[in-house]
């Protein structure tokens, strides 16, 4: 895989993160396969250059995301997963994705240590972040990494409030969540060889020391441990919490 830039384009940003995937950047734009392209708009991944128009590029600011972050106030669902509180809470989002949901939490004034496995997915949000900082205050409040969330979350550094898991959906006959966002994660996943295994994360956290623990599943998915405190049910969707 490349990074397409063209020259105009090239500047310290794309070199570091050009140098932490080890991707060659080109001026040619590639005809075949993924590849990752940057331009004014900042970084974006193409996931087959035959069919560009189909691309991931997060924006915090703009589009879907953006909307959902500016009505936070609106999302009574995670609201009640975390629970009634005034108190700012320290969540630890163990599989950030395109970071939406810890998008959410900071909005709503807390704070969040969130870990992505993927480097290009890493990468994608990273640019995200630094593009909206100057007008996003409270991505203050987030640290953002890169690696297993499990190994992180074992060094102990920080105390938490809340473990939030929202492992790849199993694909259901009828998954509605299996569009758009989720089929760009599984595809990026596939390309870093990455395998998934959901069960096997929720376990290894399970069994670490917690206050609570937030599983979002679709909302018709088996109940895997007997243990739940409470869930809270949206129309596809629900959460699990363990305290
Ligand atoms: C369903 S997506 C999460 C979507 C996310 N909640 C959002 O709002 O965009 C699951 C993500 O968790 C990541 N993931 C799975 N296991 C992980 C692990 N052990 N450490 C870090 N990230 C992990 C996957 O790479 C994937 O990006």
């Keep these: 895989m490349h990074i397409y830039a063209e020259k105009r384009f090239l500047d310290n940003n794309i070199k ?3 140098d932490a995937l080890e ?8 005809n075949k396969n993924s590849y990752l392209a940057y331009d004014g708009n900042g970084l974006s991944f193409i996931k087959d250059a035959a069919n560009p128009k189909e691309f991931v590029h997060i924006d915090f ?3 879907k995301l953006g909307w959902r972050i500016k009505r936070a106030e609106h999302e009574s669902n995670l609201k009640k997963a975390l629970g009634k509180t005034k108190k700012e809470l ?3 989002d163990a599989t950030a994705g395109f970071l939406s949901d810890s998008m959410i ?9 969130a870990v992505e496995q993927s480097k290009i997915i890493f990468y994608l949000v990273e640019d995200a972040i630094k593009r909206a900082q100057s007008e996003i205050p409270f991505l203050k409040n987030l ?5 297993n969330s499990l190994d992180v979350f074992k060094t102990g550094k920080g105390s938490f409030d809340a473990i939030y898991l929202d492992p790849m959906y199993p694909i259901m006959k009828k998954n509605v ?4 966002d989720m089929r760009s994660i599984r595809s990026i996943l596939k390309l870093e060889n990455i395998s998934n295994e959901a069960n096997d994360l929720c376990d290894a956290f399970m069994q670490c020391e ?14 895997i441990y007997s243990n739940i405190n409470y869930q809270v049910k949206g129309k596809t969707t629900r959460f699990d919490i363990f305290i």
């Design 61 to 63: 600011l703009k589009g």
């Design 143 to 147: 640290s953002f990494l890169n690696g």
């Design 16 to 18: 570091n993160i050009s």
């Design 90 to 92: 320290n969540i630890f």
């Design 177 to 180: 969540k299996g569009s758009g």
């Design 105 to 113: 939490f900071l909005s709503l004034g807390h704070k969040v240590m």
């Design 210 to 223: 917690y206050q609570k623990i937030i599983l979002k599943r679709p909302l018709k998915y088996k109940k």
């Design 23 to 30: 991707l060659e950047i080109i001026s040619d734009q590639p």
